[in-house]
């Protein structure tokens, strides 16, 4: 079966408890909604939560750089486009996109994750059964162009996101 290129997640909606005093979502829920969206990707890595209670390993986030382009408010539906970017025998980097159901984008994240032995916690290389389909995954995800804002730093030199 091929794999989604980029791989979309299912629709995510707002959530009262995410919206602040300045009536749209407060910037934490950017990150939990990538989160949430993301994850949806990781059987197809046969990583997640099955992967995690089974052989007590797991992926940490150990760097995320979040673009807000646009609130989003209570009731807004929304979607997550992960793509992989590159991984190694230790880690992977994500770019996901908050896309609206209109088709804007709100956000941007790019990820670098951690694959985790749990009982450390300490980091480790991934099982090449995992390898195998992180290679297939970013070849499928190869065809994709590269986002403009990956790779980016902080820098009041950027020009506005």
């Known amino acids: 079966m091929p794999l989604p ?16 005093y300045n009536g749209h979502i407060n910037m934490a829920y950017y990150a939990v909604i990538m989160d949430q969206g993301g994850d949806q ?4 890595l046969g990583l997640g939560e099955t992967y995690a209670k089974a052989k007590r390993h797991t992926t940490y986030t150990a760097e995320v750089h979040i673009c807000y382009k646009r609130e989003l408010k ?10 992989m970017l590159d991984f190694d025998a230790k ?15 709100a956000a941007t994240a790019e990820e670098l994750l951690l694959h985790i032995d749990m009982s450390g916690p300490r980091v480790v290389p991934f099982p090449e059964e995992i390898r195998e389909k992180l290679a297939a995954m970013k070849q499928a995800h190869e065809v994709l162009p590269r986002p403009s804002q990956a790779g980016r730093s902080i ?3 950027n020009s506005a996101a």
């Open 5 to 20: 290129a980029p791989h979309i997640s299912s629709v995510i909606e707002v959530r009262p408890e995410w919206v602040d």
């Open 41 to 44: 990707m990781y059987p197809l």
């Open 74 to 83: 209570l009731g807004d539906e929304v979607r997550v486009r992960t793509q």
């Open 91 to 105: 880690r992977m980097v994500l770019f996901h996109e908050i896309r609206h159901e209109d088709g804007w984008i």
């Open 155 to 157: 820098s009041l030199k």
